[in-house]
């Protein structure tokens, strides 16, 4: 085989070459290598084949072959786009290519044959090994990372959550003591002081509002449900009572049609969903247009619409603005809310078992749904209201 060893070395370059443009063409996790980087070791393991060709009688010691091996399958774990199939490709590649240049020098005799596919073999089973258990461990650390971080960022949330908590517990004292003394000074005798302190009530109310739809945004958040209050009430007296509010505040441009439907419901919880949803199509909507809020009855459960004209939210946008702190796109920078009205909107049809949907568009303008069934039994289950119907 001494023939077959002298072919190898007077052609190892070339063949070295040869492997590489095909190796390159073949396979993609190779193109990107540099040179040294794509031969590695594999020069090395040519004039191992040489050696054991030369020797003729035997197979040197297998041992610095297998460093090699596994050395190799260290670097392509390492190496983006390489997988254990790839890495078999290459050895399969310089195999194919050391018996065609014995075979065109009519050096490839069966032992030479049977030796270099050999080595080839012991060089592809050693790097496959060693291949699979890198990516095992790599993949076990990974996962082991992704659950600290999964773990880090659960004790964050949580944390955000009792300070927010805490927080909004903290306002409400100091805010009602001010919405007391208000009351005391609008029912003096001093006109003045009685406008300041309407004024005081209503921006004192604002904020108290917003605590306590910060207070249950985070509820829901922590996994409980808001506390409900159920009692008979008539959809109609809320909405009116609501758009006569917004009225005093943006004029007479709010159209309400079909809304004397008895139920059910949180009274309470009702009324502040539909004044959130109002107030964001009069702070979205455009301006001067009218803003409409329709209720259909479907016999066994109501939805209540409000619609207005304006630019639309972004497609990407519409499930995302349900999120707590979660505004739209176009919202950005133009708001000083803090996002959590669509929020509340979304846990108080949940907690009547009911859904939220949103459609908007240039043409036909932004309309929010809420659908909830007439009669609720504690506890609700979120969506039994929009079986049978889309929101």
Excluded at 147 to 158: G, P
């Amino acid at each position: 085989m001494n023939r077959a060893a002298e072919v190898l070395r007077s052609q190892k370059a070339a063949i070295l070459a040869k492997w590489e443009l095909e190796t390159r063409r073949d396979s993609l996790a190779s193109r990107n290598q540099p040179e040294r980087a794509l031969q590695n070791l594999f020069p090395k393991l040519v004039d191992e084949i040489i050696e054991a060709l030369e020797c003729g009688s035997g197979v040197p010691s297998a041992e610095m072959r297998t460093e090699m091996a596994r050395h190799h399958a260290a670097l392509r774990a390492d190496a983006n786009h390489y997988d254990l199939a790839a890495t078999i490709a290459e050895y399969t590649l310089l195999r194919n290519t050391l018996l065609d240049a014995l075979r065109e020098a009519g050096a490839l005799t069966v032992g030479a044959f049977e030796l270099v596919a050999q080595l080839i073999l012991e060089g592809t089973t050693q790097a496959s090994i060693a291949f699979a258990h890198i990516k095992s461990d790599q993949e076990r650390r990974a996962l082991d990372q992704n659950a600290r971080l999964i773990e880090d960022l659960r004790h964050e949330r949580a944390l955000r959550e009792q300070f927010v908590s805490s927080l909004t517990h903290d306002l409400r004292q100091p805010l009602n003591a001010a919405m007391l003394h208000a009351q005391i000074i609008a029912r003096g005798p001093d006109r003045t002081a009685g406008a300041i302190a309407a004024k005081m009530q209503s921006v004192l109310g604002k904020a108290s509002r917003l605590v306590t739809d910060l207070l249950d945004v985070t509820l829901v958040q922590t996994g409980h449900p808001l506390p409900m209050h159920l009692s008979e009430c008539n959809l109609g007296d809320i909405l009116r009572a609501v758009l006569a509010e917004m009225a005093a505040l943006h004029g007479d441009r709010f159209v309400l049609t079909g809304s004397d439907v008895n139920g059910i419901w949180d009274c309470s919880l009702i009324e502040r969903a539909v004044q959130n949803l109002v107030n964001n199509a009069v702070k979205y909507g455009a301006s001067e247009t009218q803003v409409g809020v329709h209720v259909l009855d479907y016999g066994d459960t109501v939805e209540i619409q409000v619609h207005n004209l304006g630019k639309p939210i972004p497609p990407e946008d519409l499930q995302r603005i349900f999120e707590p702190f979660g505004r739209a796109g176009y919202d950005r920078g133009l708001s000083t809310g803090w996002g959590l009205g669509l929020s509340l909107v979304r846990a108080v049809a949940k907690a009547h078992g009911g859904c939220v949907a949103v459609s908007s568009s240039e043409k036909h303008g932004t309309r929010f749904s809420i659908r909830i069934p007439k009669t609720v039994l504690l506890p609700a289950t979120e969506g039994t209201a929009c079986e049978s119907h889309h929101c």
